[in-house]
Structures are given as structure tokens and as C-alpha cells.
């Protein structure tokens, strides 16, 4: 067969490869989107795939795990396939892997995140979280460390690496930097849960404020910057196959300073972390304090990408087995007591109460009157979910999609509790999904709720905003989950939806309503991570093997503690 000839621009005729044929192009896609269960992340049994079970377990101290390992470049040894520069070069892509014409929206979505670069002595660091000249700044005008991980995963899979490190090594600098809220100092790890660049423009120099917490609404530090901000060193690494930057003295120092404040000895009996209201992207009060699943999915994630990070040396031994044996501990924990399916709702509906000693079932002493009454219609014959906190005598049982999506990503959740997320999301998908994905959580607090949790806040009214609103953001944590559940036709069904939406509402931050219907009371337009998180979500669906900077195997050595319960019938 002859090789087809495209005509370019000018008039030319060139030969190009030969296009597949539709039925081709459809046999494609769909092997791809109907790919069994758990996509293959990584090619090949890696350093990135070691078990932190077996570092502990196999060798003791863990050093020698190390020492054992041919040496720490192996870490970044599986890069197959992940990297693919430029193949959408912005605004010009002309098609996308399996040759279909790309979304009309991409174009305008590329554009609009271009737009918000912000650059700093003339190197692009961040992206703005909204460009919304109709509306208050506020701080909107500034680059959030956790609004700018779309960003760089967006530009990460477009082979545009640069901006992204220029911010891990800007925020880095921010680290160090004394932070102190009123008379009292913060913790040496915090990073900043925002930054500004300020044009003298008498001397004609630009400097950089940030905010760890001390200007925030309700001046709450962020936890959730540091978490982000390693598991995207972790993405830019395994994107890039560049170990430098990770293995830089700086970088190697900013883990240690994050995770140390974390993993401190103190009063604590529960291997989650202990919280303030409003500390990660839901960032008022929400009824979110105590031990948030956001928080604990994060903070799980940034551990297990800590540990491939690290370099196996002296300086770093400590540090390496405190966040081993957390995982262990944190894992059990979280796969025993934050986890929900119609068998478990229905032990906690028939727990004692005041039980003591080692024996106790009710461990937290929960009482089954304080269980919700949507919940009993809420869950599912087949699904689960891993619910909003755990404390004594407390047991918040809202969604929060976030916390979800990364507990998936992460696998935290057993593959058994991924796959029953995800039956949930089916089965739920008017509460979950409705008109616009996705909600931030479900359900809404309503009237006396209300009141008492948010104290009376106008911006979190029931389902609006944090409270029941939902976020397109989420959209590219949604098609990560699906996708490496072996799903991708939930994100699919999910993208088609915001597409249809998303560009002619000029990317609202938040939609409202019980089904998400209306552009959010408050919402910014041209809000960043509304466009990233939409243009991440594409791509990965179009090319699943960029999963891989941001998903990590299961830890074949772990053993589950819970699965999900398969002898229900109802
Ligand atoms: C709002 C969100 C927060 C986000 C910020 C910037 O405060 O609650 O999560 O980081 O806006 O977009």
C-alpha cells in the first residue's frame, strides 16, 4: 500500500505514516480501556517495587537492604514508557495517541494553563491558582503547593520538566526559612501552603513571600504541602528518570525535615496523625480535625515515596526505619478501623459499649447511636470505603473523595478495598459524580449541623464549596483510581461529563448543588487546577502508562489485615 500524503500548510505534500484505520484505532482503545484488572505500573521488579515489608523483614538493620541493592540509582531504574516529551505540544497538538483528533477543549485548556505561569527572575516556578478578574484576589494570586500538582503532572507528561523543578527547589528554599505565627515557631519541615512573587519595581527585583499558615483564613498551617510536595519529587523523578535533584544534599535534608516532624515520639496511641481543622485542601472548618483520611492517604503515600527516595547512608538509617515501621503500623490501622462496608456498618451497629481490656471489640468505644441514618442507605450490597476519622468514640463516616483516591494510588487500600471503592463510585454515582465531578465529600451538613461543625460558615453551606460541593479538580485523582483498578471507563464516563461543562463555564473551581449542577456560589473562574486536573485525567486516560509517576504498586509483602467482606448477600 502506498504511504498516505498529508498536504502541509504551505501546499507540500509529505508522506506520513500510515494512519490506522478506524476499526484499527477502536480495536486499540478498547483493549487498552478494557485492560483486566491492576494495569502493569511498572514494566519490571524494581527498588521502586521492593517491599518495605522485606527491607524489614529480609534484612536487619534495613541499612543492609541497601547495602544489598546494587546501588541507589536502581531506584529510578524503571522509567519504561513513562516519558514522552512534548507528544502534546500545547496548543498545536494535532492528535493524540491513537489518532483521533484531540477534544476540542485541550487547545483552550493548554492556553489557559500557560496563562497562569507565574515566573521568577525569568524562570516559570509555579502556576497561579485562579486568574479571575471578576473576583476578589484574596490569595487566589498566589502559587499553592498543593493547586500546582496538576500543574506539574500536566506539564510532567507533556515533557516540560523544568518548571516543575525549578518549584521543588524554589519551595525548597522556602523550607528553610523561619516561620513563626505570632511569638511561636512552626516546625523547621513545614512548607508553605503558598508563595508570591513581588515586582520592586524601583530597583527592578522580584522576591518571594510565602505563607505557612501565619496570613491563612483561620491561620491553620498546611500538613498536606510537605506530603506533596515529596511524592511530586517522587513523580518528577520517575517521570524524568533525573536522580539528581532527589539526591541532592538540599533535597535529601527537606524529606527528612518533613517526615521527622511526623514521626517524633510523643503522647500519640494511634499510628495516623493528629490534625487541626482546615490543615490540607479543605482548609475552614469542616469537623475535619483529629485523624482526616485526606491527611492519612497523604501522609502513607509521601512515607513510601520517601523510601525510595532516600539514599541508603548513614545519615538517613534513622529516618528510614521510623518510616518502615510506620507504614506497617499505619497500614493495619488504617485497613482495620478506617474501612466501611455493609458488613462492618452492620458489627458497629450491634457493638457494646464500655468495653475494657485487651478483648474489647469496640476499641474506640463507638456507640452505635451515633451512627447517621443516611449511611445505612448510602452503602452499598458491593462497595466500601475507608470513612472521614477515627477517634475515640468518634467515627465520622462522610466520603471524602480525596483521601480515597489516594489511599488507591498509594495502595493503601488492599486491592480488594480499591476495587470496592470503585464499586462504590458506580453505585453511587448521582451522590458521588451527579452533573459534574466530583464531590469533595458526602453528605452535606445541614441546619444544627451545620452550625456547631462549620461555626455558622457562610462559604460552607450544605452542598456547597467544602461542604458537599464538587470539584472538577478531582476529576484526574478519579481517572488515576480508575485506571489502575483496571476501570478507565468510569473516568471516561466522568471526563465526557466535565467536558461538556468545563470550558463554557470558563473552568469554575467548584460547582454546587446536590447533583453539582450550578457554578459554585463563590466559585473562582479560570481556576488552575480546575484546568490542569482536566488535562491530566485526558492524557492519562489516552496513555495509562503515565500512572506511573503517580501510582505505587501494592506491597506484595504486606499482609492484608481486612478485605472487603465477600459473603455479604443481600
Ligand atoms: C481554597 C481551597 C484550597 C485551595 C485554594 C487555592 O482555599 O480550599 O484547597 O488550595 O483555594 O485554590
Same mark, same amino acid.
Given at each position: 500500500?502506498?504511504?498516505?500524503?498529508?498536504?502541509?500548510?504551505?501546499?507540500?505534500?509529505?508522506?506520513?505514516?500510515?494512519?490506522?484505520?478506524?476499526?484499527?484505532?477502536?480495536?486499540?482503545?478498547?483493549?487498552?480501556?478494557?485492560?483486566?484488572?491492576? =494495569?502493569?505500573?511498572?514494566?519490571?521488579?524494581?527498588?521502586?517495587?521492593?517491599?518495605?515489608?522485606?527491607?524489614?523483614?529480609?534484612?536487619?538493620?534495613?541499612?543492609?537492604?541497601?547495602?544489598?541493592?546494587?546501588?541507589?540509582?536502581?531506584?529510578?531504574?524503571?522509567?519504561?514508557?513513562?516519558?514522552?516529551? &512534548?507528544?502534546?505540544?500545547?496548543?498545536?497538538?494535532?492528535?493524540?495517541?491513537?489518532?483521533?483528533?484531540?477534544?476540542?477543549?485541550?487547545?483552550?485548556?493548554?492556553?489557559?494553563?500557560?496563562?497562569?505561569?507565574?515566573?521568577?527572575?525569568?524562570?516559570?516556578?509555579?502556576?497561579?491558582?485562579?486568574?479571575?478578574?471578576?473576583?476578589?484576589?484574596?490569595?487566589?494570586?498566589?502559587?499553592?503547593?498543593?493547586?500546582?500538582?496538576?500543574?506539574?503532572?500536566?506539564?510532567?507528561?507533556?515533557?516540560?520538566?523544568?518548571?516543575?523543578?525549578?518549584?521543588?527547589?524554589?519551595?525548597?528554599?522556602?523550607?528553610?526559612?523561619? /516561620?513563626?505565627?505570632?511569638?511561636?515557631?512552626?516546625?523547621? &519541615?513545614?512548607?508553605? @501552603?503558598?508563595?508570591?512573587?513581588?515586582?520592586?519595581? =524601583?530597583?527592578?527585583?522580584? +522576591?518571594?513571600?510565602?505563607?505557612?499558615?501565619?496570613?491563612?483564613?483561620?491561620?491553620?498551617?498546611?500538613?498536606?504541602?510537605?506530603?506533596?510536595?515529596?511524592?511530586?519529587?517522587? #513523580?518528577?523523578?520517575?517521570?524524568?528518570?533525573? +536522580?539528581?535533584?532527589?539526591?541532592?544534599?538540599?533535597?535529601?535534608?527537606?524529606?527528612?525535615?518533613?517526615?521527622?516532624?511526623?514521626?517524633?515520639?510523643?503522647?500519640?496511641?494511634?499510628?495516623?496523625?493528629?490534625?487541626?481543622?482546615?490543615?490540607?485542601?479543605?482548609?475552614?472548618?469542616?469537623?475535619?480535625?483529629?485523624?482526616?483520611?485526606?491527611?492519612?492517604?497523604?501522609?502513607?503515600? @509521601?512515607?513510601?515515596? #520517601?523510601?525510595?527516595?532516600?539514599?541508603?547512608?548513614?545519615?538517613?538509617?534513622?529516618?528510614?526505619?521510623?518510616?518502615?515501621?510506620?507504614?506497617?503500623?499505619?497500614?493495619?490501622?488504617?485497613?482495620?478501623?478506617?474501612?466501611?462496608?455493609?458488613?462492618?456498618?452492620?458489627?458497629?451497629?450491634?457493638?457494646?459499649?464500655?468495653?475494657?481490656?485487651? +478483648?474489647?471489640?469496640?476499641?474506640?468505644?463507638?456507640?452505635?447511636?451515633? !451512627?447517621?441514618?443516611?449511611?445505612?442507605?448510602?452503602?452499598?450490597?458491593?462497595?466500601?470505603?475507608?470513612?472521614?476519622?477515627?477517634?475515640?468514640?468518634?467515627?465520622?463516616?462522610?466520603?471524602?473523595?480525596?483521601?480515597?483516591?489516594?489511599?488507591? !494510588?498509594?495502595?493503601?487500600?488492599?486491592?480488594?478495598?480499591?476495587?470496592?471503592?470503585?464499586?462504590?463510585?458506580?453505585?453511587?454515582?448521582?451522590?458521588?459524580? &451527579?452533573?459534574?465531578?466530583?464531590?469533595?465529600?458526602?453528605?452535606?451538613?445541614?441546619?444544627?449541623?451545620?452550625?456547631?461543625?462549620?461555626?455558622?460558615?457562610? /462559604?460552607?453551606?450544605?452542598?456547597?464549596?467544602?461542604?458537599?460541593?464538587?470539584?472538577? =479538580?478531582?476529576?484526574?485523582?478519579?481517572? @488515576?483510581?480508575?485506571?489502575?483498578?483496571?476501570?478507565?471507563?468510569?473516568?471516561?464516563?466522568?471526563?465526557?461529563?466535565?467536558?461538556?461543562?468545563?470550558?463554557?463555564?470558563?473552568?469554575?473551581?467548584?460547582?454546587?448543588?446536590?447533583?453539582?449542577?450550578?457554578? &459554585?456560589?463563590?466559585?473562582?473562574?479560570?481556576?488552575?487546577?480546575?484546568?490542569?486536573?482536566?488535562?491530566?485525567?485526558?492524557?492519562?486516560?489516552?496513555?495509562?502508562?503515565?500512572?506511573?509517576?503517580?501510582?505505587?504498586?501494592?506491597?506484595?509483602?504486606?499482609?492484608?489485615?481486612?478485605?472487603?467482606?465477600?459473603?455479604?448477600?443481600?
Amino acid at each position: 500500500m502506498p504511504s498516505p500524503v498529508d498536504v502541509t500548510q504551505n501546499g507540500n505534500a509529505r508522506h506520513v505514516e500510515a494512519a490506522p484505520s478506524l476499526f484499527e484505532i477502536e480495536e486499540d482503545l478498547a483493549r487498552l480501556l478494557e485492560r483486566p484488572r491492576q =494495569v502493569n505500573i511498572e514494566r519490571k521488579r524494581s527498588f521502586d517495587e521492593r517491599s518495605f515489608s522485606e527491607m524489614s523483614m529480609t534484612h536487619s538493620p534495613p541499612r543492609q537492604a541497601y547495602k544489598n541493592s546494587e546501588n541507589s540509582s536502581r531506584v529510578f531504574d524503571n522509567m519504561v514508557g513513562v516519558y514522552s516529551p &512534548g507528544r502534546w505540544s500545547g496548543i498545536h497538538t494535532p492528535r493524540s495517541a491513537f489518532g483521533f483528533e484531540p477534544h476540542p477543549i485541550i487547545g483552550d485548556a493548554w492556553e489557559a494553563l500557560r496563562r497562569s505561569i507565574v515566573n521568577f527572575r525569568e524562570q516559570p516556578v509555579g502556576t497561579i491558582a485562579a486568574i479571575d478578574n471578576s473576583a476578589e484576589e484574596l490569595n487566589y494570586d498566589q502559587v499553592f503547593v498543593r493547586d500546582f500538582v496538576p500543574s506539574a503532572l500536566a506539564f510532567l507528561m507533556n515533557g516540560e520538566p523544568e518548571i516543575v523543578k525549578n518549584f521543588l527547589l524554589k519551595t525548597l528554599r522556602l523550607q528553610s526559612r523561619e /516561620k513563626k505565627i505570632d511569638q511561636f515557631k512552626l516546625g523547621d &519541615g513545614v512548607m508553605p @501552603a503558598s508563595f508570591k512573587v513581588l515586582h520592586d519595581p =524601583v530597583r527592578n527585583y522580584e +522576591t518571594i513571600t510565602a505563607d505557612f499558615g501565619e496570613s491563612a483564613i483561620g491561620r491553620v498551617a498546611p500538613v498536606d504541602s510537605g506530603f506533596w510536595w515529596i511524592i511530586l519529587l517522587r #513523580a518528577y523523578t520517575k517521570s524524568t528518570g533525573d +536522580t539528581s535533584l532527589a539526591e541532592m544534599p538540599e533535597c535529601q535534608r527537606g524529606i527528612r525535615l518533613i517526615l521527622e516532624m511526623c514521626l517524633s515520639e510523643g503522647f500519640d496511641t494511634f499510628p495516623t496523625l493528629l490534625c487541626a481543622d482546615g490543615c490540607s485542601m479543605i482548609d475552614r472548618r469542616m469537623g475535619v480535625y483529629g485523624y482526616p483520611i485526606e491527611i492519612q492517604a497523604l501522609f502513607f503515600m @509521601a512515607l513510601r515515596c #520517601a523510601l525510595l527516595l532516600l539514599k541508603p547512608d548513614e545519615e538517613n538509617r534513622q529516618c528510614t526505619d521510623a518510616i518502615i515501621k510506620r507504614l506497617h503500623a499505619l497500614s493495619f490501622h488504617m485497613r482495620s478501623y478506617f474501612w466501611l462496608d455493609i458488613k462492618q456498618l452492620n458489627d458497629i451497629y450491634r457493638y457494646k459499649t464500655e468495653e475494657y481490656s485487651h +478483648t474489647a471489640v469496640n476499641k474506640f468505644n463507638v456507640m452505635p447511636d451515633s !451512627l447517621p441514618e443516611w449511611v445505612f442507605d448510602f452503602m452499598p450490597c458491593r462497595g466500601g470505603y475507608f470513612i472521614g476519622n477515627v477517634s475515640p468514640a468518634h467515627m465520622d463516616f462522610r466520603w471524602f473523595c480525596l483521601g480515597n483516591c489516594i489511599a488507591i !494510588l498509594s495502595s493503601l487500600a488492599t486491592p480488594e478495598q480499591a476495587s470496592a471503592i470503585m464499586d462504590l463510585l458506580e453505585s453511587r454515582w448521582q451522590e458521588l459524580v &451527579g452533573e459534574m465531578p466530583l464531590k469533595i465529600c458526602y453528605p452535606a451538613m445541614e441546619g444544627h449541623e451545620w452550625r456547631i461543625v462549620t461555626g455558622c460558615d457562610p /462559604k460552607n453551606t450544605s452542598w456547597s464549596y467544602h461542604n458537599g460541593g464538587s470539584w472538577p =479538580v478531582l476529576l484526574w485523582l478519579l481517572t @488515576a483510581a480508575a485506571i489502575k483498578t483496571g476501570r478507565p471507563q468510569i473516568a471516561r464516563r466522568a471526563i465526557e461529563l466535565a467536558e461538556s461543562r468545563l470550558l463554557k463555564d470558563s473552568w469554575p473551581e467548584y460547582y454546587d448543588g446536590k447533583l453539582g449542577r450550578f457554578i &459554585g456560589k463563590q466559585a473562582r473562574k479560570f481556576q488552575t487546577w480546575s484546568i490542569a486536573g482536566y488535562l491530566v485525567a485526558r492524557m492519562m486516560l489516552e496513555d495509562p502508562s503515565h500512572l506511573g509517576m503517580i501510582a505505587l504498586e501494592e506491597d506484595k509483602m504486606m499482609k492484608p489485615t481486612m478485605k472487603r467482606s465477600a459473603s455479604w448477600t443481600c
